[in-house]
Nanobody, 125 residues
């Protein structure tokens, strides 16, 4: 069993930056680790993912260039650096991890086995 704990959310003005962190306990990451977000009244959407063993990164097309996902193997932690934030980035951000590796990075919530509780990001205009 893997427990995921997110941190780093908060309130920021448009144009600002935040860095989210996701730390695993119980066992180390072994496959994909992803970030999703869910705004009120909307479905949970894919933001980014990293392949734990190789460090390869994957992004939602609409977010490439503003968000950067990275991993810290020693700390069993994944970060999501978010720059040039916009009010439409306001959402609850979730970290997710997949247990078994597959060839194609999963970009839907069903592709992940473990979830954190979420951290709120609010961007004011």
């Amino acid at each position: 069993q893997v427990q995921l704990v997110e941190s780093g959310g908060g309130l920021v003005q448009a144009g600002g930056s935040l860095r989210l962190s996701c730390t695993a306990s119980g066992r180390t990451f072994s496959s994909y680790v992803g970030w999703f977000r869910q705004a009120p009244g909307k479905e949970r959407e894919f933001v980014a993912a990293v392949t734990w063993n190789t460090g390869l990164t994957h992004y939602a097309n609409s977010l490439t260039g503003r968000f950067t996902i990275s991993r810290d193997n020693a700390k069993n932690t994944v970060h999501l650096q978010m720059n040039s934030l916009k009010p439409e980035d306001t959402a609850l951000y979730y970290c997710a991890a997949r247990r078994l590796h597959i060839m194609v990075v999963p970009t839907t919530p069903g592709g992940y086995d473990y979830w954190g509780q979420g951290t709120q990001v609010t961007v004011s205009s």
